[in-house]
């Protein structure tokens, strides 16, 4: 495990200290600081082939989607193998191109089994609870569920990439609602990937082929949605990750641009920090960001690099 130290994006400023001599500047600034990596390509445990999903639950374990090796490994805040579960098939607790991973207010964890077209329910230690979903369009049918996520209440908001649209459901399984069809106009989609929920249960949608996110109220209304394709601050190449602080601010996973961008809730840039690498703080296309809301500590998954790396929302000086 890495733990060099490395800061990383700035964010405001502001003590001005002076003399009679001279005038210095002291800025204090709030920054991502990298605390520490783990992870390597294989199949062994704290291994990954193509790590995607990540969530957090209420102790501060990181549950990771191990993408390629059809499995969920859990792991301590810093990254020490705790558990592993899962195995490629059809049957319960087995996977088939599963992405998306969220954890309601009891710790229980759901998972968007993506090639099943189903989602997963599971305990804290693995053991399976419930199924449901089948491959169709009808209400509680599934094309490609890639993201999943938990309002407050615990609703579960499932996105689905091959249906263009957010459907919800209670800790069950049974339908509520759904919004969204295929296109690129306000509450449409093309290719949805992730899905995240803030503290006044406002809903953020990465619209991956359309490289905008959009912001809904928790029935569906549309809000508002920013972003172009590009490499330019608020641009997106391809969106996929995103989540809310415990603060005012979002998180996306800027994929194909190697890179995180940070956002007001409104949609205005903040920063951005990580570029197309190997080392501490660069990405190898970053998939899924996963946020502890009692630390701020940020967990992202470095999908290429087959690695998770550890960040913390800190204050520093410039």
Known sequence: MH??????????????????YNVRLRVLVMEHIFKGMWG???????????????AVDSDGNVYVVDFGNSRIQKFTNKGIFLAKWGSHGTGNGQFRSQVGIAIDSNDD?????????????FTRTGDFITVWGSRGSGDGQFRGPTGIAVESDDDILVVEADNHRVQKFTTDGQFITKWGSLGSDDGE??????????????????????????KFTRTGDFIRKWGSSG????????????????????????????????????????????????????????????????TDMHYITDQSNHRIQRFHWDQGEQ
């Open 3 to 20: 733990q060099t130290n490395q800061i990383f994006s700035c964010l405001v400023s502001d003590i001005i200290t002076k003399n009679s």
């Open 40 to 54: 390597s390509k294989g199949s062994g445990d704290s291994q990954f082939s193509l790590p995607y999903g990540i």
């Open 109 to 121: 964890i759901y998972i968007a089994d993506g090639g099943n077209d189903r989602v997963q329910k």
């Open 189 to 214: 989609f093309q290719n949805p990937h992730s899905i995240a929920v803030d503290s006044n249960d406002d809903i953020y949608v990465t619209d991956l082929s359309n490289d905008y996110v959009q």
């Open 231 to 294: 490499s330019g601050d608020g641009q997106f190449r391809g969106p996929r990750g995103i989540a809310s602080f415990s603060g005012n601010s979002i998180l996306v996973v800027d994929h194909l641009n190697h890179r995180i961008q940070e956002f007001s809730r409104d949609g205005d840039f903040i920063t951005k920090w990580g570029s197309l690498g190997d080392q501490p703080s660069e990405f190898a296309h970053p998939t899924r960001v996963a946020i502890n809301k009692t």
